[in-house]
């Protein structure tokens, strides 16, 4: 068995130093772990994607293997808007879920008529508490999430990970 290198364990002390894949709350983005990994492939080179179906040309949102509405598994990945606007948000100003700095805001986005992804619940960062109002515009962005060494069949790979959010668009 490949030896673990200790990785270090953010905001839960009881682990003691060991990782629990249970428990991390980002997706694992290598080949081995997911058949959408091109998604966080696009994401390193910034591009914000989904997969449209080439049978019947819809497309969804997260990205998928099969097409939710004719079941086709003949899919494209395709680039979504980078723009969106604000329609509603909410604020966890103190006790956001283990992972994530308070505030934590989620909002409602909208990327108008002509998009083929409308509206999509987000995650804003950069943004301070009070800062964001209903009709802002918000921008999308990749941010770096701590990668840690995971087990594949007898070897011990470190894949580096990224993921997506939005962030105030500055006037
Ligand atoms: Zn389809």
Known sequence: MAELQKVETVGIPALEGKYIGEMDIWPFEAPEFTRIYPF?????????????CKKCGHIAFPPGVICPKCWSDELE???????????????????????????????????????????????IINCKEGELKEGDEVQFVVFDVP??????????????RVYYAFEPVKK
């Open 40 to 52: 966080f492939d696009n994401l390193r080179e910034g591009k914000f994607t989904t997969t449209k």
């Open 147 to 160: 990668s840690h060494p995971l087990e594949v069949k007898k070897d011990t790979k470190v894949s580096d």
């Open 77 to 123: 990945w395709v680039e979504l808007p980078k723009r969106a606007k604000v329609v509603t948000l909410t604020e966890t100003q103190a006790g956001a879920p283990a992972g994530f700095p308070s505030p934590l805001i989620i909002a409602w986005l909208t990327f108008g008529e002509n998009s083929p992804l409308k509206h999509l619940l987000g995650r």
